[in-house]
């Protein structure tokens, strides 16, 4: 059973950093891309960043680039979002998502799916 959990989500000012992590258990293959996506209310869920498996390859959302780093740790099953520079905007449930091989930017394409995590930028 696959599960994924994210944490590190919070309150947070303006102008502030925040990392976030997504706990993996269960997947069998040593394949698996990660992504974060986030969903701010009433928006869709949107991608925000990807790594494949061995981490060489990272992939950002264009107005994200810059702010937000992905990284991961396959010793640990773990996949790190260091956020900078948080703006109000960015103020929406962040999820972890796993699919085989490739990052892709289509919620759809992604077959496990974390709880998410809250993450609120005041001004």
């Known amino acids: 059973q696959v599960q994924l959990v994210e944490s590190g989500g919070g309150l947070v000012r303006a102008g502030d950093s925040l990392t976030l992590s997504c706990a993996a258990s269960g997947l069998t293959s040593r394949d698996y891309a990660m992504a974060w996506f986030r969903q701010a209310p009433g928006n869709e869920r949107e991608f925000a960043a990807g790594?494949?498996?061995?981490?060489?390859?990272?992939h950002y959302a264009d107005s994200l680039m810059g702010r937000f780093t992905i990284s991961r740790d396959n010793a640990k099953n773990t996949v790190y979002l260091q956020m900078n520079s948080l703006k109000p905007e960015d103020t929406a449930a962040y999820y972890c998502?796993?699919?085989?091989?490739?990052?892709?930017?289509?919620?759809?394409?992604?077959?496990?799916w974390g709880q998410g995590t809250q993450v609120t930028v005041s001004s």
């Open positions: 790594i494949t498996w061995s981490g060489a390859y990272t």
């Open positions: 998502a796993a699919r085989r091989l490739l990052v892709s930017r289509r919620r759809v394409d992604y077959d496990y």
